[in-house]
């Protein structure tokens, strides 16, 4: 799969867009690029209200712009072919498939009647396909709508997700298999971004057969932890699947907040220390692995804290504060971190970053 550790450079991306791309930025944007270890993209909210998606470089320094119709949440990347996809925040019912490089118009995906996206998808590994996370609402159940990249991205079918209140996907590095992280909340746009069922939640973990929708396995949350909604996902180099979690329980509750699986094992929930989870504040917003330095990225917004961990232990290795902490992806070093107030590593911008970023060719 593309995943975000992958190793991206200014002069990989630069390669890609062409001369073109290049003369059509400013002095201070071209500046920007040609200063750049990685290139990143990422939601952001203007301060005129209007939404959409910028490149930025690995210092926060914007490079380009893509304006979108409304708020974007989670995005997919295509190192096979150099698409990105912004999906609408729940319960929007656009996706926007874009050329970072501009060597392509954008294409406007309209998510079917009676479904909406629920923010995250991803492709197969040669970018022939795009699955999304949907909302069936009527039927009270999650999809995985399937979209043919070479195509126009036509919907040509979906998979079952096997639970509801499905957010998060991710494909196996091989292609054969999609994740799902069924975060177990009922929704209906009737009624916003209303939590309908927040006292009989069914969170899950789902692998399903990337050809046939057929379920593989699926893990349920213990009953103790029902209100303990799986959110987001990653894979390690080892093929381990880190998920994370947001807390719909009592405040003063302080359940596991991440954890780990592999096909044909059960889920392992992180233990973390105390003080930890107490800075996570029952809630972590994004995760992502740098696959070449073994670790995890974790932040909280309503904690205001990115934590790092070793992808093989568990154990902490760092923890910041970062104020309204957002989206995190693997750096050239370490972990970038985004924030709603506008901190995109090591410089502020007068935009509002959104939830999440990825690493981006």
Sequence with gaps: MPWYGETIDRRAFLK??????????????????????????????????????????????????????????????????????????????????????RQTEPIVITAPEGRHFYGHGHFSPDGAMLYASENDFDGNRGMIGLYDGRDAFRRIGEFDAHGIGTHDMTVSDDGTVLIIANGGIETHPDFGRTKLNVDRMEPSLVMLDAKSGALIQKHAMPSSLSQLSTRHLDIAENGRIWFACQWEGARNETPPLAGWFSKGEDIALLSLPDETTARLANYVGAIAINRRENIVGLTSPIGGASVTLDATTGLVLTEESVREAAGVAPAAHGIAVSSYDGQFTQTRSNIAWDQHIIRIK
């Design 16 to 101: 890609a867009a062409g001369i073109g791309f290049a003369a059509a930025l400013s002095p201070r944007s071209l500046h920007a690029l040609e200063r750049a270890d990685a290139v990143f993209a990422s939601g952001f909210r203007a301060p005129d209200g209007s939404f959409g998606i910028a490149t930025v470089s690995e210092r926060g320094e914007i490079i380009d712009q893509v304006a979108l119709p409304a708020r974007a949440h989670g995005m997919a990347f295509s190192s096979a072919t150099g698409r990105t996809v912004a999906f609408a925040r729940r319960p929007g019912t656009f996706a926007m498939v874009f050329d970072p490089s």
